[in-house]
Every structure is written in C-alpha cells, then in structure tokens.
C-alpha cells in the first residue's frame, strides 16, 4: 500500500505489510508522544479537523498528533456551526477546506459521508468514524494496543481468543477490529451481545472465511480462556428512541466480581471508551481501575502514537522525523516513564 497522498477512509485498505508499517512508525514515535523530544517535521502544515459528531478521544488525539509532529490545527465542531447546517453539500465543503488544509481528519453520523467527502477533498482525508460503519484509525490503535499487550504476556494476535461484548451491531470499532482481524490466522472469537445487537453477518462470515472460529451468544457463562476482552458500550445515539436503548443497558456489566469469575487472572480489559460510568449504566466498572490488565487508557495513548504514524505515512515524512528534532526542555513527568 502507498500511503503518500492517500486518503484513510476503511480498513479494507490495508494488508499485514501495511498495518505492520504503520505500526513500526508508531513505535517510533514514542519520544515525541512522551515529551522526551520535540520534532518540527510538519512545520507549517495545517490539519483541517472536522468533528460533525460528538468526539473527544479522537479530535483531541488527531489534533494533539499533528501538533506534536509540529503541525498546525484548525478545527470545525458540530454539525449546527458549520455551513452543512444551510444546506452545502459535503462536496462543496471539502473542496473549500482542502484549499484551506494539508490534510484533513473528519467525523460525521452518516455511514459512507467520510468517502463522499474524500471524494472533494485535493488533500488526504482520514476517517475519524462515519456513523455506525467504521472507525479505521481506532481499529488500527486496538490493534496496536493488543500486539503490545499480549506481548507483555509472550502472545501475539495470530491464534489469540478475544471476547467481544455489548453492542455489536452498531458499534463501529469492532466492526473495523474484526475486518482487520481477518488478515491474521487462527483467532477464536467469542460474540456476546443481545440477538437484536449481534455482529453484522457479513462480517461474521468474513471472519468465518478467513479460518477463524466465530462463536455468537447472549450468555456470558462459565469460564472463558479469553486474551482479551473488548466491552463496547450501548451506542444509544444510533437507536430509534432512548427507550430502545434503555432495554439493553447493563446487560453486560463488566466489574471486578465478573471478571474474577469469567476470565483468566491476565486477561488484557480493552475498551474503545467513552464508558458509561453512571452508576446505573452497569458497563465496565471503576472497581476495575487498579487492575493492572485494565488497558483502556493505554489504549487511548497509544491512539496518539497510531494518529501520528498516519499523518507521517500520508504526509510522505516518516523518515524525516528524526532530522527536525531537538530535545524537550520543560518539565514533563511523562518523559520519566
Ligand atoms: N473511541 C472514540 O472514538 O472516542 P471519542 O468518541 O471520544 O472520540
């Protein structure tokens, strides 16, 4: 895959080479994300960010991204502050802001807008989420997260057992987590959610094909020897009413008492976030917050490093990273670690 000038709109795009390229960058831009250095390799650039959805994990991380590779942002939030709200077409707004950008990153509840808008766009565009299709730069950020947390326990992804669980159906994150999954052998996956919010068949079939073993049930009973557990949470804002999602709400809590009794004593606790942390949500619980395999927050850092990676590779600047750094002279406890 070329990423030079390429828009990042669907996992479908990559293959291993690609993702393992990605991933390698990544890895290298652990100083910059953790202030030991600083690098002006995009100084001057501008990151058009443009946010018609609820977001902050991902506005804040892509614009954080690009600044620390010394970029630019200037950003767009909401659907009612933009000219969308009169009516202008997404068309006619990429081609405007594409003059105004280098790059754009972009979120809309529409599922395929991101295309329709890469369609008007003379600069990259990268998907930040497109209603409740795909979300490709998360999925390549668990995807990283899980290489590196089950490499901590000597595992890797080929032939690993993942439990995903929640709302499947509109949760786009695991959508794009399970195609890219399709590219890397033996995985068991064990699907748990309510039947009206199972897994979309054709991606259970792409799983299916692609030789893994694909188990799908309502019941989170016995003991599961699963590596990893992904809680979704309930995605309230692509159901008809509140009440419709108010009847699947805190099916399948996740706290210390259920982890103890359905998983293993390492299994690795991912969540794309934002939880439910409402007392009645009954999602993924605080009691789980000193548990050392509870990885969400090391998700969402590594989504920095993913975000940086991306706009290198599309920039065309990966290599040139290292020769417009210096060192970073403010206090910064994250460069201790
Ligand atoms: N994971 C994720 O997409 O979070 P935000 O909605 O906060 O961006």
Partial sequence: MKFTGANILSVDQFDRDAIEHIFRIADQMEPYAHRRKRTRV??????????????????????TAFNLLGGEVRETTGMESSALAKG???????????SYSDIIAMRHPKAGSVTEFAEGSRVPV????????????????????????????????????????????YGRTVHSLSKLLCMFKNVRLTLISPPELAMPQSICDALTNAGHQVINTSELSGSLDADIVYQTRIQQERFNSLEEAEQYRGRFRLNSEIYTRHYKPNTVIMHPLPRDSRAEANELDNDLNQNPNLAIFRQ???????RMALFAATLGV?????????????YSDKAIN
């Avoid at 995009?42 to 804040?60: C, K, M, Q, V, Y």
């Avoid at 947390?149 to 032939?159: K, Y």
Wanted: charged share 20%; glycine share 12%; proline share 2%.
């Fill in 42 to 63: 995009l100084d001057g650039a501008i990151l058009g960010n443009l946010f018609f959805e609820p977001s902050t994990r991902t506005r804040i991380s892509f614009g």
């Fill in 318 to 330: 990966e290599h040139l990273v290292s020769r417009y750094d210096t060192d970073v002279i403010w």
């Fill in 300 to 306: 969402a850092d590594n989504g920095v490093l993913i």
């Fill in 126 to 169: 990268i998907n930040g989420g497109d209603g409740a299709n795909e979300h490709p730069t998360q999925a390549l950020l668990d995807l990283y997260t899980i290489e590196k947390e089950l490499a901590h326990h000597g595992g890797s992804i080929d032939g690993m057992h993942i439990c995903m669980l929640g709302d499947l159906k």
């Fill in 88 to 98: 202008e077409s997404l068309y006619d707004t990429a081609r405007v802001l594409s």
